[in-house]
C-alpha cells in the first residue's frame, strides 16, 4: 500500500488490520513512511526543472520508490509462491504506483487500486492555475503505461463525492454535476458507479465550498465540481480503468469520521471496493 502525500504507516495500519482480519487478505503490507521523510521532496528545490514545470519523479522520489519496492517485496514473501500482488494507492500514492511499476518489477502485480489519486495533470492555460507537481503529473501522463481492464492487470480508480466545490466569486448557487448511480459495473474500463448514499454535501456556495473549490480548481482547472474534499471527481479516474465514485467519502484517513465523514477505508466504505481485491 502506497500511501499519500504528508501520511505516515500509521494512518493506514486500521485499514490494513480490516483487510487482513475482516476480510481475509493473507497479507497488507504498507510501505514505511513517517511524516518527516516527506521532508526528503525538498530536494526537487535543487533542479532548475522544478522551477521550470518539467520536474521527474527520479531521482527526487526515489527514496518514496524505494519503500514501496520494500513493502511489494514483503508482501512476497508473505503470499504463496505463485501468487499475484495487489497494489493500493492512496492520494499521491496512486500516480507514485504507476511510476513504481513502470520503474521496478511489476510482473507479478494484477490490480492498481486507486483512492483520491489525482492522476491526470491540471489543464494549462487556466487563469490562476498553478502545477502543483511542477510537471511531475506530466511526466505520468507521458511516461507511464495507459490504464487498463484485463485479466492479467486491472486498474481500479475510486473517487469520491464528498463536498461540491463552488467558485470563489460570482453566483452563489452551484451547478449540479449529478451522476446516474448503477449497483454493478459493466464489464471492461469506464464503468461509472455512485453510491447513493445521501451523505454529500448539499449543493449551496457556501465559504467551505468557494474554499475548497479554489483547491479543486488548482488540480482539474475547475472549483464547481465534486470532490472528496482534496481531489476532485473528474481527476480521479482514467480513461482504461474501471472508474469507481462513491458519495459521501472524504479523502484522507487524519480528519476522517466513520459516521459522519468516512474516508475510502472506513469499514462500510471498504465493503463496497474490497472484493475487486478478493476476486
Not at 527520479?58 to 527514496?63: A, F, M, S, T
Not at 494549462?124 to 507521458?142: A, H, P, S
Not at 448514499?197 to 457556501?206: E, F, G, I, V
Not at 482547472?221 to 481531489?231: L, Q, S, T, Y
Request: hydrophobic share 40%; aromatic share 8%.
Amino acid at each position: 500500500m502506497a500511501q499519500g502525500l504528508g501520511n505516515n504507516t500509521g494512518d493506514y495500519a486500521r485499514l490494513a488490520a480490516a483487510l487482513r482480519d475482516d476480510h481475509g487478505l493473507p497479507a497488507a503490507v504498507v510501505a514505511r513512511v513517517t511524516r518527516p521523510d516527506w521532508l526528503r521532496n525538498a530536494a526537487g528545490l535543487a533542479d532548475a526543472n522544478y522551477w521550470r514545470g518539467t520536474l521527474r519523479p527520479r531521482p527526487v522520489l526515489d527514496w518514496y520508490l524505494e519503500r514501496v519496492e520494500e513493502a511489494v517485496s514483503e508482501a512476497r514473501e508473505l503470499c504463496a509462491p505463485d501468487g499475484k500482488i495487489s497494489l493500493i494507492g492512496h492520494s499521491a500514492g496512486g500516480w507514485l504506483a504507476r511510476v513504481y511499476m513502470e520503474e521496478f518489477d511489476a510482473s507479478d502485480i494484477s490490480l492498481l487500486l486507486t483512492l483520491g489519486t489525482p492522476h491526470l495533470p491540471p489543464p494549462k492555460g487556466v487563469q490562476g492555475v498553478i502545477d502543483q507537481t511542477r510537471g511531475l503529473l506530466n511526466y505520468v501522463e507521458k511516461n507511464c503505461a495507459p490504464a487498463v481492464y484485463t485479466p492479467e492487470l486491472r486498474y481500479v480508480c475510486i473517487a469520491g463525492r464528498y463536498i461540491q466545490g463552488a467558485p470563489l466569486l460570482g453566483n452563489s448557487a452551484v451547478a449540479s454535476d449529478e451522476v446516474l448511480a448503477v449497483d454493478t459495473p459493466s464489464e471492461g474500463g469506464g464503468a461509472v458507479i455512485v453510491n447513493t448514499s445521501d451523505k454529500s454535501t448539499p449543493s449551496s456556495a457556501t465559504w467551505r465550498a468557494r474554499f475548497v473549490g479554489q483547491g479543486y480548481k488548482q488540480v482539474c482547472g475547475r472549483a464547481d465540481v465534486w470532490g472528496d474534499g482534496v481531489v476532485p471527481e473528474m481527476a480521479a479516474h482514467l480513461e482504461g480503468a474501471l472508474n469507481i465514485s462513491f458519495d459521501g467519502v472524504y479523502h484522507s484517513p487524519v480528519g476522517a469520521d466513520d459516521e459522519e465523514r468516512p474516508w475510502y477505508g472506513s469499514p462500510a466504505i471498504l465493503k463496497q471496493w474490497v472484493h475487486h481485491l478478493l476476486s
